[in-house]
């Protein structure tokens, strides 16, 4: 079962940076892609950032320019955010698209999972 770990979240002042962390663990066959997502209260989710297995990276509009994701070998995936603003403020939440495999059928699967979400928030 693949599980995802977030941490690096915490209060930090308008301007300010921080890096937050997910680590995956368990077993999976292959990874296709990881992203970050955020949620404020009484606001939808939305993705923030995206990598996939090739490096390809994708950004919400707003954090263009500010926000940078990036993997490891191991895939751990980090969220670099610079510049940070009030409006950052949210529950940020790691995803992985992984494929699993059944070796007594031989037979791949696709899994989604989520991890339990750090908490940032921009005040003074």
């Known amino acids: 079962q693949v599980q995802l770990a977030e941490s690096g979240g915490g209060l930090v002042q308008p301007g300010g940076s921080l890096r937050l962390s997910c680590a995956t663990s368990?077993?999976?066959?292959?990874?296709?892609?990881m992203g970050w997502y955020r949620q404020a209260p009484g606001k939808q989710r939305e993705l923030v950032a995206r990598?996939?297995?090739?490096?390809?990276t994708e950004y919400l509009d707003s954090v263009k320019g500010r926000f940078a994701i990036s993997r490891d070998s191991a895939n751990t995936v980090y969220l670099q955010m610079n510049s940070l603003k009030p409006e950052d403020t949210a529950l940020y939440l790691c995803?992985?698209?992984?494929?699993?495999?059944?070796?007594?059928?031989?037979?791949?699967?696709?899994?989604?999972?989520w991890g339990q979400g750090t908490q940032v928030t921009v005040s003074w």
């Open positions: 995803n992985g698209d992984f494929d699993t495999m059944d070796w007594s059928t031989t037979t791949l699967s696709k899994v989604d999972v």
């Open positions: 368990g077993k999976y066959f292959s990874f296709n892609a």
């Open positions: 990598i996939t297995h090739v490096g390809t």
